[in-house]
């Protein structure tokens, strides 16, 4: 098939764009905030004093299994009632820290995407 045929048949759009001056143009941004932040803002005291014990032990160099044994002599379970194991500790100390990065990151970002002709 000719393309010169099928050009015939559709309206050229660059006349319509021609006509549009500067002053009658408005930019419009996107505006996206990304935020981490956790639905869970405030967890439980007792919970809290828990996790930072954790991190202090880890701060002062023992490994997950010596803490883990430091817990169950103290006889300090898990929220869920269990003993706690090596692999219990490394995981709590893991998420608590995610969770602290999450609480302060947010970031916003700002995209120029798109433009609309002012209607008169």
């Known amino acids: 098939m000719n393309n010169n045929y099928l050009t015939k048949f559709i309206p050229s759009q660059w006349n319509r764009f021609r006509e549009i001056k500067c002053e009658d143009v408005d930019y419009g941004f ?28 880890y701060s ?10 430091f817990l169950n002599e103290n006889q300090i379970m898990s929220p869920t009632g269990l003993k706690y194991t090596g692999k219990l500790v490394w995981m709590t100390n893991y998420k608590f820290q995610n969770r602290k990065k999450r609480i302060k990151g947010t970031r916003v970002s700002v995209d120029q995407d798109y433009f609309y002709v002012k209607q008169k």
């Open 30 to 57: 996107d505006i996206i905030v990304e935020t981490e932040i956790l639905t869970l803002k405030d967890l439980p005291q007792d919970q809290l004093d828990r996790l930072l014990m954790i991190e202090s032990l």
């Open 60 to 69: 002062r160099g023992l490994t997950s299994v010596q803490i883990s044994d």
